[in-house]
């Protein structure tokens, strides 16, 4: 039995409270101790405080935040980490050589604190590579990109446009990845030093697929990979390009389906983007 607020709660009432806590999305408990909600309250931040606190993840399930919520660590320099991991990902000459690689790094803080390493999943000679954020709870435990509600969601959006990340034939295949391979403790954002961390490895991985065309989910790939500051509402629909070398890549953001479950008026955007995808695999294959 547990009391809350001076009220005796019996386990059937706290059963059903942690369900609807997780029906809301809270999805672990990331306090490492006991909070004391009878003591006085912290003073509030400073304004300056205040605005160095980064706003919610616009197309991620932001997890329930507690003051003692993980934080990112602080950023160090990063040009020489960055050129290291480079060097390491050009080793790489296949998907396996790339995830075995990553899967080892047990010295990335994000890499100890994942149940898995999210690598890819679909066929590795998919015309059209998608790409998301970072792992969430079920990838983390499953090892997989977009297995969770947004990556059934993914699904049934490729479903609709001939397209299914278990097909055989590459025509029809997708390969799925991120731009961060490891959970985000929390689901916080992952930081600037983690996403340049990883980055090489996604150029890699792209390097080694190949794809015909690219789709973005959501800001961060779109951001990471053209360069673009805008928001993926500017950035969406828009045929942007990404550079490989001598090769320029068709790149298309859209969003995220997870911005598309809290917000499912804007699937009608995504359909457009979707369809504009289909169209220019047509156009690809008959050129
Ligand atoms: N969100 C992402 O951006 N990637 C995943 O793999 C799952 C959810």
């Not at 899967?103 to 994000?110: C, H």
């Not at 600037?192 to 065309?213: D, F, G, K, N, S």
Request: proline share 11%.
């Amino acid at each position: 039995m547990a009391m809350t607020g001076g009220r005796d709660m019996d386990a059937e009432m706290a059963a059903k409270l942690l369900e609807w806590q997780v029906e809301m999305g809270a999805d672990e408990a990331i306090l490492d101790m006991p909070l004391d909600r009878l003591s006085p309250a912290p003073a509030a931040p400073s304004p300056t405080q205040a605005e160095q606190t980064p706003p919610p993840p616009a197309d991620r399930p932001p997890a329930l935040q507690s003051p003692s919520a993980p934080q990112p660590p602080a950023e160090a320099p990063m040009a020489p980490a960055v050129a290291e991991q480079a060097r390491r990902a050009a080793e790489c000459t296949t998907l396996e050589g790339i995830f075995a690689a990553l899967d080892a790094m047990k010295e990335f803080p994000l890499r100890r604190t994942a149940t898995h390493t999210v690598h890819t999943d679909g066929h590795p000679q998919a015309r059209v590579m998608l790409i998301g954020e970072a792992p969430g709870r079920d990838e983390d435990r499953q090892g997989k990109p977009f297995v969770g509600r947004s990556g059934q969601l993914l699904d049934r959006m490729l479903e609709a446009i001939g397209l299914d990340r278990k097909a055989e034939d590459p025509q029809r295949a997708v390969l799925i990845s991120n731009v961060i391979f490891w959970r985000p403790p929390g689901n916080r954002k992952p930081t600037e030093a983690e996403a340049a961390h990883c980055l090489p490895w996604l150029v890699r991985t792209i390097e080694i697929v190949q794809p015909e065309i690219i789709v973005c989910l959501g800001a961060t790939p779109a951001q990471r990979l053209t360069g673009r500051t805008q928001g993926i509402l500017k950035l969406r629909g828009n045929w942007l390009e990404y550079e490989l070398g001598e090769r320029r890549i068709p790149l298309l953001p859209t969003l995220h389906p997870a911005y598309l479950l809290r917000q499912p008026v804007q699937k009608r955007l995504a359909w457009r983007d979707f369809l504009s995808l289909k169209l220019r695999l047509a156009t690809l294959e008959r050129s």
